[in-house]
């Protein structure tokens, strides 16, 4: 089936390092990739999207760009602040149109000031 | 606007005792998700209904699971009985079916300690 694989957590940065956090999926058809946040305390929010290949999602200074070639989605950001402390998660879904979602197993992201 | 809301936020129960969960959709969505969310096992899908009706329950665990969404307003995830290992974050969210794809909008989320 659908798979999603992040990298592993947790990731400690200081502030204003540049961010990569790594998600390669697998699927059978053409799926939309997607980053969700969550914050302490908070249900998760969608950050940035892409819906076919090459696009290029962005959000608050994060991006990721849909590679096909190489099934991936990694998540970038040039200059990371305390306030991007989170757990991000990869997620596909699976088929154009549709919410059921597939969610990789998120990575903690803390960064010191 | 008023997003999804979820209640308990917490619960801290015994074992055997039964817990329902409650969830509020954001008004007009017609999806709704019940997730669940553990350290081990990250975010699971357990059921989810649009228009109100169950499509796909395949992540329901077993039958001391069941869910249930009356209206368009109003859903609940139910255990019983509950095990310790039932101990979780459960998120409900909710979506517009002909909304963009994938954007769900998830609540805050109820943890559930079972002793």
């Known amino acids: 089936g659908d798979s999603v694989t992040q990298m592993e957590g947790p990731v400690t940065l200081s502030e204003e390092a540049f961010l990569t956090i790594n998600c390669t999926y697998t699927?059978?058809?053409?799926?939309?990739l997607f980053w969700y946040v969550q914050y302490p305390g908070e249900g998760l929010q969608l950050l940035l999207k892409a819906t076919k290949a090459d696009d290029k999602g962005s959000n608050k200074g994060f991006e990721a760009t849909y590679r096909k070639e190489t099934t991936s989605f990694h998540l970038e950001k040039g200059s990371v602040q305390v306030s991007d402390s989170a757990v991000y998660f990869c997620a596909l879904a699976d088929i154009q149109g549709a919410q059921k979602l597939v969610f990789g197993q998120g990575t903690r992201l803390t960064i010191n000031p | 606007d008023a997003g999804v809301i979820q209640s308990p936020r917490h619960e801290v129960t015994e074992m055997g005792q039964e817990v329902t969960l409650r969830c509020k959709p954001i008004?007009?969505?017609?999806?709704l998700f019940w997730y669940r969310q553990t350290m081990m096992r990250g975010l699971e899908l357990l059921i989810y209904f649009n228009n109100n009706v169950p499509i796909d329950d395949s992540g329901m665990p077993e039958d001391r699971f069941s869910a249930k969404m009356p209206n368009a307003s109003f859903s609940t995830l139910k255990i019983q009985p509950s095990e310790p290992r039932d101990s979780a974050v459960y998120f409900c969210a909710s979506s517009p079916i002909a909304g963009v794809d994938g954007e769900l909008f998830f609540g805050e989320g109820s943890r559930l300690t079972v002793l």
């Open positions: 008004s007009g969505h017609n999806s």
């Open positions: 699927a059978t058809g053409y799926p939309s």
